[in-house]
């Protein structure tokens, strides 16, 4: 999925100490539905050098939403 700025624009996100602009039009994916596990996915992310921000899953565990930052 993706979402398109319909104007210029600064996005703040303080808890990431992340701001970024957008120009008009531009356009950012914000979803990849795909089928990971997990322990196989953080130690991907990992050793590309990301760290966990975040993991959010549903009761039964079946699906689940995952942040990761750089450093």
């Known amino acids: 999925m993706r979402l398109q700025a319909t104007r210029s624009m600064?996005?703040?996100?303080?808890?990431?100490?992340?701001?970024?602009?957008?120009?008009?039009?531009?356009?950012?994916?914000t979803e990849i539905s795909a089928k990971f596990r997990?322990?196989?996915?953080?130690?991907?992310l990992k050793a590309a050098g990301f760290s966990p921000r975040g993991w959010w899953t549903d009761e039964q565990e079946w699906f689940s939403v995952s942040l990761w930052g750089v450093g």
């Open 38 to 44: 997990r322990d196989a996915l953080a130690a991907e």
């Open 10 to 29: 600064v996005v703040e996100i303080p808890s990431l100490e992340l701001r970024v602009a957008f120009d008009r039009n531009e356009e950012i994916r």
